[in-house]
């Protein structure tokens, strides 16, 4: 009723012109509240569960046992809400958090100010406060379980999957020394400090003088820890360079372990008062086990995806859930043995990722990053709300003292250790860490919702201050949450701190990156030094010789990555192509007029007469085709690189397309025997499949300036209007053969062979492109010219 | 081992070749260049043709013709050597050294250009200051000849597809019968703009682990 009225507004909402639309947003926002109200009532009354539940139960027994004397009319219409009480309240969470997050971006100048951890955690303090107005009792949804082992790991498994694996790498020493060396200076400072004040305390027996030095360690211990989900939600929306994202974040993860042992260490000796240095030798062999064994674990599953998701070529379906099973499977496995499942759940990802990318179908992959995506932005919004409904639900005890002292050494240990561990670590880097960069970094280092689950997960029995801890732990996130985050965002700007590049990826750069690794290489071996690089290159040539073997299904595991990178990014373009090309005029950022035949040298064909050279095709209907590939490209290649949420973009993979690369499979076998290859560039300016680009062909291959008879001369296009006549989808089909056609791996580049009906056996294919491209353009709009139409066209006049 | 005399003289001299490397790490280049030309005074491309470690590079013969190319040498000749002594080696060695903390904005400018310049030399092998189409391919070939059995035709789509993007980055507007001659080491350096030259081609020159320099050279 209510939800979907709601959600019949919320749908029409977005088509409707902000200008005009306060009214609509008024009734959203009405909307939302009554809803709230309609849905944080049940919430309230379910969390009251005992009192009703056994009137129910009360009832029932009456009623069996008034079965029996008296016969009553039968229900009609009943309620019994208890039935699907559970699955209800879930989901009317999820609702609502899906809600606010949409809310919040129909509002536009909020989100730009505040970050949307901020204003979610405030919707969590309405909601628990609307609960606690209307009498009920305020669920406890901060469970500690539900948190670990329900909502921490989507958020997880999406940073580890997309993990960009050579900026982590290369970084690796500094990252491990922050959230290492890092997080245990935080710990023992704030603790040590905070023990320090408490027994100093000037007043008559305070409440602080019975906190124990434990205690405070293990306060320092859950508070000093960097949180990758506050971390996530605030850097997301800064955009800052890659290098400090990838510090701040990685060390927020890598942090797990050292919080794991910390906290278990000083919870088991708290009770009893004393560590010693056994404990103290046995936490650092712990901290090891936890780390790797966590990694292990993590790797192990990982290569079980990789290698199961070798096999799944025939059950395509559940290619997805292959990767979210096995995950959360690592992730599990590494909590039931103490591990730190947050780097099993890193490794996994990371591990798998490759082999699995290559093994598996476009839409899987399409699918993996959707749901993950979609589960991480639900996971975290929830996380912000149930924050902001925890604290409205206490207990607190507040006391001034510890909760400023507190957020002050925050600070302060934060800012020391960072500096301190940077003037260690730059002795060692190459690319050193400037000041801003330490600002950065020191200023990053936001407390979340994990710090509030080990902090809820003490024992009240052994722990008697465990509300003001909790009081304190929540200070401090709300003051690293709001403070730091709605400030970090103009201190960039002021700072002038350098910026995410808009990562065009082109094959210059890819062909360059290679270039540069082993030319770095072979340096190192020349200077007689084994340097990082060479241990690289060591790993990459066994990765190249065993393990891509086993893990990956057919002819893929041969192929080097400059060519999987091509291939990637014709596919891109080939699925773009397909989308828009209905002949939409897209504004194009660099129309360029250089194509193929500006580039190839041109060697005068001997005995060539002159209008061979020009095929016919109008100026503009070029234009057009450049234009379109051009702007087309330029979004492409924005999505090579994102692997954040905020990022993703919408993946016009049609179904069509899969019909259209059947075809056009089907024409290629019977082109196989066309043993004259050519070459087609899909790549950035011209249409590559523009004539232009035959007469690049002709200018290099002497055989095709050779007059042929007239049969032959007219390279006419048989276009089969159900082909995606695009170039790369071409190599698309390979990629797909790849199992059926072994033969067929070797890499042609883009291979584009004619139809079968094709007079001109010997004419260059990619003739056929060009009028493809206008093909497909006007096929999208239209249905289509026949067949015939195009054979009066001779391509050479 | 301490500067020995015989060193403390010339290394005044070597180091006006690499400013910014430490005594130490001249010297252990310096012991390096010993072994590889086998105690002489220069090392020829036998020499380090025969390192065992270099074999499994695909662009080896690039990087060891860079080695002996005058135009690395920061002296506008052209042409190569036969044979190349350790000021040479060095100057060489000079083009992958790290910017610190207290390289300005120019001197990063400065130093990428120089790198990009390295880089250009390595493709442009005709030295006539442009990398032509086919010199292009080549190096594409060279990459990815080490990784099996990939056939020519995917170099050659994965090169042109590169140098057209070249062209149309630089030179967006080309009439049909316009001829793109070739990348001129201004439209390098803008294509590879966005790889930060400086922060990433360069090599550690920390002290030469004594235990690498006996096993086989």
Known sequence: ??????????????????????????????????????????????????????????????????????????????????????????????????????????????????????????????????????????????????????????????????????????????????????????????????????????????????????????????????????????????????????????????????????????????????????????????????????????????????????????????????????????????????????????????????????????????????????????????????????????PHNWNWTFVTVTVILCLVARVIGVVGLTYVINKFRIVKLTTKDQFIVAYGGLRGAIAFSLGFLLDPAHFAMREMFLTAIITVIFFTVFVQGMTIKPLVELLAVKKKQEAKRSINEEIHTQFLDHLLTGIEDICGHYGHHHWKDKLNRFNKKYVKKCLIAGERSKEPQLIAFYHKMEMKQAIELVESGGGVKLPAAMPSTVSMQNIQPKKPPPALPPERALPQLSKGREEEIRKILRSNLQRTRQRLRSYNRHTLVADPYEDGLNDFLIKKQKIIELEKKITEMNNYLTVPSAPPDSPTITRARLASDPQAYSVKPTSDSVPTIQVDLASPQSPDSVNLMDEFRNARQPEQDEDRGLMMKPPSEAKGPKRPEDAEGAKDQQRLMRCLSDPGPSADEDEDEPFLP | MGVSVAYSHVVGVWRSFFPTVSLEQIINLHKRFKQLSGNEDTISRENLDSIPALATNPIRKQIIEAFFDKRNQRQDEVGSFHEIGFEQFLMVMSHFRPPTLKTTEEEREVMRREKLRFLFNMHDTDSDGTITLDEYRKVVEELLSKSGAIGLEAAKAIADAAMLEVASTNVPHMEPDEFYEGITFEHFEQILKGLEMESRMHIRFLDVNTTTMHCGK
């Open chain 1, 1 to 394: 009723g209510v939800s979907c009225f709601l959600q019949t507004a919320c749908q029409c909402l977005p088509g409707c012109d902000f200008g005009s639309s306060l009214p609509e947003r008024a009734l959203l926002l009405v909307l939302v509240l009554v809803f709230l109200q309609g849905s944080v009532l049940p919430l309230g009354a379910a969390s009251s569960p005992d009192v009703s539940h056994q009137d129910k139960t009360d009832n029932h027994k009456v009623e069996a046992q008034g079965h029996n004397y008296t016969k009553k009319a039968f229900p009609v219409l009943s309620i019994d809400y208890h039935y699907i009480q559970t699955p209800f309240e879930i989901s009317l969470w999820v609702l609502l958090a899906s809600l606010m997050k949409l809310g919040f971006h129909l509002i536009p100048r909020l989100s730009s100010i505040v970050p949307e951890s901020c204003l979610l955690i405030v919707v969590g303090l309405l909601v628990g406060g609307l609960i606690k107005l209307a009498g009920e009792q305020v669920p406890p949804v901060m469970n500690t379980r539900l948190f670990f082992l329900c909502l921490l790991p989507p958020i997880i498994l999406d940073a580890g999957y997309f993990l960009p694996i050579r900026p982590f790498m290369e970084n690796l020493g500094t990252i491990l020394m922050f959230a290492v060396v890092g997080t245990l200076w935080n710990a023992f400072f704030i603790g040590g400090l905070l023990y320090a004040v408490c027994q100093i305390q000037p007043d008559n027996p305070s409440s602080l003088h019975q906190i124990e030095l434990l205690p405070c360690l293990l306060f320092g211990s859950i508070i000093s820890a960097v949180d990758p989900v506050a971390v996530l939600a605030v850097f997301e929306e800064i955009h800052i360079n890659e290098l400090l994202h990838i510090l701040v974040f990685g060390e927020s993860l890598l942090n797990d372990a050292v919080t794991v042992v910390l906290y278990h260490l000083f919870e088991e000796y708290s009770g009893i008062g004393t560590v010693s240095v056994l404990d103290g030798f046995l936490g650092v062999i712990s901290f090891l086990v936890v780390a790797l064994g966590g990694v292990l674990v993590g790797a192990i599953y990982g290569i079980l995806a990789a290698f199961t998701s070798r096999f799944t070529s025939h059950t395509r379906v559940i290619e997805p859930l292959f990767v979210f099973v096995y995950s959360y499977m690592a992730y599990l496995s590494a909590e039931m043995f103490h591990l730190s499942g947050i780097m099993a759940l890193i490794a996994c990802g990371a591990v798998m990722r490759p082999y699995v990318e290559a093994n598996i179908s476009h839409k899987s992959h399409t699918t993996i990053k959707y749901f993950l995506k979609m589960w991480s932005s639900v996971s975290e919004t929830l996380i912000f709300i149930f924050l902001g409904v925890a604290t409205v639900d206490g």
